[in-house]
């Protein structure tokens, strides 16, 4: 008994003694799993190695009020990454937290504004003026996280702001709008802040203006309103390397008139995207895998009204039909593009070329009699029978191109300059996105809940600008929530079908079945204890 109390002590011992040395380990070393299919709780290549890009140390000063971390869960999470980040890059990269007081000029200074927070203290509730911002700094230059509350997308703008203020430069993104009835001011607000937020500088540029030099890449954003004289501003900034992403369209919708489809004109854009390899088709691609749009209606009697109609011009990209080993689609999100042409690629030499995204095969084509109302439904499938197939959406190329004017037959506008003639036949190496559905990057997608489409664009710019790394960083936090995966109607139904069966059949049928087994068991073993019993009950 003795000795089994000794071995009992000595055993505790040894267990305390090693709670106490994994306490100590703790404190010097960590470890963490990240089970996550995106990996996102992990720190990327690119943000492990801004040491090797960093001549100098750079500082982040993270500017946190004490009264919002300890009511919120963001900042302990931001600090958190921050430190991990720090310890990543051997010394290059400084942190400190920053608690503003009641003097929050430092943090002002830098482009940080005070949040309003409600705070509920002793059972009253008051407004709290907050600060939560990051800022970078790098041999007297800054950039400026001005708000930042999560973790979800810091890593991706954290690069770059240390990759901007380490090279001291920024990205121009020109925003060119292509069609008549819009503006940038009021159809393309989501894009412009997502790119501004990003790092990128958003300017507007007018259709049949020459392109400043200092763009680094264009947003074609519709096409409708182009024609020959403004194609040729943009294939001279494509001439001399410029990069572009084109949201483009076959069949131009009017919202104001009813959704009326009519072909865009011959001649225009278009004419230059083939010369380029794209063949933007004027037809509409519709299919299966569709959106549910709310339409408002008039009855008979005048009064308006919500109607909720499967719209197959709103097409929800399904992730297999997208490219896995492009880093554009290569973690999908979703896309959802409004009223979408199909495209043909006719490749040119010296150039490559990627099929991004592609419909579901069961997709069909209005070529000649469009309709796209929500009163047309019956006439939406009309040519379904004879177009079924999966058709392309977007795609991109690299590489040289020839221009869209080498014949020399400059376009003419009375009372416009005149076009210089390309400075070339062929670009300086470069690359293009084209998207076949103009719309797809307005404000609708607030509308129909694809802020995955402002996503995808940001991708794009990225990808124009040669920076493949940012693209995997960011869309590792962009998911598409929705609880609609399943589009295909046919596929619905049957998933639908099945849940019934099994809920109200399957199941209850089975529950009877065991109590019946179950009870049947039960006495069958009274049966047998009565006859070991001779009969006795």
């Given amino acids: 008994m003795h000795e089994q109390r000794k071995r009992e002590r000595v055993l505790s011992s040894l267990a305390l003694a090693g709670l106490v040395l994994a306490a100590v380990a703790s404190t010097l070393y960590s470890a963490r799993l990240d089970l996550t299919s995106a990996r996102i709780f992990t720190l990327s290549k690119a943000a492990r190695g801004l040491h090797a890009e960093i001549p100098e140390n750079v500082r982040i000063s993270y500017f946190v009020s004490k009264s919002l971390a300890d009511r919120h869960p963001g900042p302990g999470a931001i ?7 720090e310890a990543a890059n051997e010394g290059k990269v400084r942190v400190r937290i920053v608690d503003p007081g009641k003097d929050g000029s430092e943090a002002e200074g830098f482009g940080i504004a005070a949040q309003q927070m409600q705070v509920v203290e002793r059972s009253e509730q008051r ?4 600060y939560t911002g990051i800022v970078v700094e790098y041999l007297g230059r800054h950039e400026t996280i001005p708000a930042i509350l999560s973790t979800e997308t810091l890593e991706y703008e954290l690069v770059k702001a240390i990759r901007a203020v380490v090279s001291d430069a920024h990205t121009v993104a020109g925003l060119l709008v ?8 009021v159809d393309y607000r989501t894009l412009s802040g997502t790119l501004a937020r990003a790092g990128y500088e958003p300017r507007e540029i007018r259709r049949g203006e020459p392109i400043d030099d200092d763009v680094d890449l264009l947003f074609v954003l519709g096409n409708a309103a182009m024609d020959r004289y403004d194609a040729a501003y943009v294939d001279a900034f494509l001439m001399r390397g410029g990069r572009v992403f084109f949201a483009v369209k076959g069949v131009d919708i009017d919202p104001e008139y009813g959704l009326v489809a009519r072909p865009v004109a011959e001649g225009g854009l278009l004419s230059a995207l083939s010369a380029y390899g794209f063949d933007v088709r004027r037809q509409l691609v519709l299919d299966q895998s569709n959106l549910t749009v709310p339409f408002q209606t008039q009855t008979s009697s005048g009064a308006s009204r919500i109607q909720y109609v499967r719209y197959p011009h709103w097409v929800a990209v399904d992730p297999r039909n997208v490219d896995p080993e492009n880093p554009m689609t290569a973690r999908f999100a979703g896309l959802d593009l409004y009223w979408p042409s199909p495209i043909a690629l006719r490749p ?3 150039a490559s070329y990627a099929e991004l995204a ?15 109302g929500p009163d047309d439904q019956s006439l939406y499938a009309l040519e379904r029978d004879e177009t079924t197939g999966q058709y392309l959406l977007a795609a991109a190329a690299s590489g040289s191109f020839p221009s869209a004017f080498s014949a020399g037959d400059m376009p003419i506008r009375d009372g416009a300059p005149t076009v210089p003639a390309p400075p070339s036949a062929k670009s300086a190496d470069t690359r293009i996105v084209v998207v076949s559905a103009a719309d797809f990057v307005t404000d609708l997608m607030t509308m129909s809940d694809s802020g995955f489409n402002a996503s995808f664009a940001l991708s794009a710019a990225d990808w124009l600008s040669s920076r493949d790394d940012l693209i995997a960083i960011r869309t590792r936090a962009v998911a598409d929530a929705r609880l609609n995966r399943i589009r295909d109607e046919g596929l619905r139904e049957f998933l639908v079908a099945l849940v019934y069966a099994v809920c109200l059949g399957i199941v209850p049928l089975g529950v009877v079945a065991y109590g019946l087994a179950r009870s049947a068991g039960r006495a069958r073993v009274e049966r047998e204890s009565r006859a070991e019993r001779g009969g006795e009950a």
């Fill in 79 to 85: 600090e958190d990454f921050l430190r991990e980040l």
């Fill in 127 to 130: 407004i709290a003026l907050v």
């Fill in 178 to 185: 292509g069609d008549a009835d819009k503006s940038l001011s």
């Fill in 348 to 350: 040119v030499a010296g």
């Fill in 358 to 372: 592609r419909s579901t095969p069961r997709a069909w084509l209005q070529t000649a009699d469009f309709a796209a």
